[in-house]
């Protein structure tokens, strides 16, 4: 199904997108794209910050014990 188009007047200023069609979207990123510009809605918080907080049980007394040695081969 193709989402209905809309016509809209650029003025020296720019253009103005309808409220609507930014659903509750607070802030945007605009982009140039193969030849298209393209708005995305901006997520209030950072994805990265969720990360740990759910942490797993597996067993071992600290995951990130031997961290440095998996990423550099040694520990410092």
Known sequence: MKAKA???KVTKRGLIIPKSMLAEAEEVEIRKEN???VISPISKTDPILNLGK???KCGLPDGSEDHDSYLY???P
Request: aromatic share 0%.
């Open 73 to 75: 081969g040694s520990r």
């Open 54 to 56: 759910h942490p797993v």
């Open 6 to 8: 809309l016509k809209a």
């Open 35 to 37: 030849h298209r510009i």
